[in-house]
């Protein structure tokens, strides 16, 4: 019985270690595109996610969230009024480094948010970068 508790016990501590290990990475910034104009969607920092809402009268299919130019965030769709909240534990750079927020719990320094950007495709059909506002720069 003891020998079956052990074993138990130990699986459930190595699947509880690979969780915390990062599964996905992100692609590059695409560096060709240029940031065509800041859209009036201000982004709020909060210490383990951002916080935007869409209020633009334009729906935006599947895009990619920004941050800092490194790391991404897919986002499906958003509609006009909708507010989205993105944690930052799941925005990656192409090495499948996350952003590191703050909070009770964080063990290292936050970053600061100097620039959030949506990627989105245009009625064209062509891939195009928007400026968003950002709002609360440092975690607290």
Not at 79 to 104: A, I, K, N
Request: aromatic share 10%.
């Amino acid at each position: 019985m003891l020998r079956i508790t052990l074993v138990v016990l130990t699986a459930l501590a190595l699947l509880a270690c690979a969780s915390d290990t990062p599964s996905a990475t992100g692609r590059p910034f695409p560096s060709e595109l240029t940031q065509l104009r800041t859209l009036d969607i201000q982004v709020f920092l909060e210490p383990t996610k951002v916080r935007f809402t869409n209020t633009t009268a334009h729906r935006f299919g599947p895009s990619t969230v920004w941050l800092n130019q490194r790391f991404e965030h897919p986002l499906p769709s958003i509609d006009p009024g909708e507010t989205v909240d993105l944690p930052l534990s799941e925005f990656r750079d192409e090495w499948g480094d996350h952003f590191r927020g703050s909070g009770f719990f964080a063990t290292d320094l936050p970053e600061k948010l100097y620039l959030t950007e949506l990627e989105t495709i245009d009625e064209n059909g062509d891939a195009v970068l928007y400026g968003l506002k950002t709002i609360g720069r440092e975690p607290e």
